[in-house]
């Protein structure tokens, strides 16, 4: 390998790196504006339960997954059997992620019970379904099935959660028409988070010499697109479909800083802005 070469590369490795630790961070942070919203308004309305359920179940399951992969010699030992003794790539940021995502999903679950919500804010015949009936797989699971086949079975139930979570917040921003009460903050940490994500996995698939490498998990990639497909679509409602951003409960824009904005009747006929 020439001396440009090797530099190019070591390049690439420094930018690889410097991507992978910010989609990191912002994956991290992007569930607090949302426990800052709720704070700040004292009020959980416009907050889809359903959302929340299937957030905390599923970081509930990948914290799991990610723990028995990384604490549990069997499960290890096991996987590299299984895969021409390789090793599984849980790593320690892997774990924090999971932990840091599910402690910020315990928190914001709480707040619907403490902060002010809707009549009609319960979850739904089809959450306590999903809840129910995966439940009962996983508690089959651990009667009849190999500890491996268990931690692996939890990671499908995330892949469900993943898949379908954000469903109900959308049907609820447009059944209101308004996405007051939902952080768009979060979203954009997410987007981003996902953008640099996918650059990461096709700079490594470059750098190899094999582009295929960045669709060699179709479910992971699939997966990502799934989210940052929902992600555009809630800057679409956010940004273009409702603009209007009066909440009686507290104004989200007040939170980040901005010293502008209105309130009055929710007609909009005796707003002042301030």
Known sequence: MTEAAV????????????L??????????????????NYR??????????YLIYNLYGFTCYSLFNSAFFFNKSVGDEYARRNDGHQNLVRFNDLFFSYNALAACLITFWQTFYYKRSATQESSWLARMYFGTTLAGLAGMLLFAPIYNTVYYLSYVKLG???????????INYRRKSTVGWS????????????????????????????????????????????????LMFMFQHYILYTDRYDPQNIEDVLWGQDTFEYGSTDGSDRVSV
Not at 20 to 37: H, K
Not at 41 to 50: A, T
Not at 162 to 168: G, L, T
């Open 161 to 171: 959660c993943s898949m379908i979570k954000y469903i109900p917040q959308t049907w």
């Open 184 to 231: 768009i903050h979060n979203i954009i940490l997410d987007f981003t988070g996902g953008i640099l994500s996918f650059s990461q996995l096709i700079l490594d698939a470059a750098r190899s010499g094999n582009v295929a490498e960045a669709f060699g998990n179709p479910v992971k990639f699939g997966l990502g697109l799934v989210s940052i497909g929902f992600d």
């Open 41 to 50: 308004r004292k009020s959980v309305e416009g907050l889809s339960i359903d």
């Open 7 to 18: 530099l190019e590369q070591s390049a690439s490795g420094v930018i690889s790196a410097v």
């Open 20 to 37: 992978g630790w910010t989609y990191f961070v912002a994956w991290s942070v992007s569930f607090y504006p949302q426990i800052i919203l």
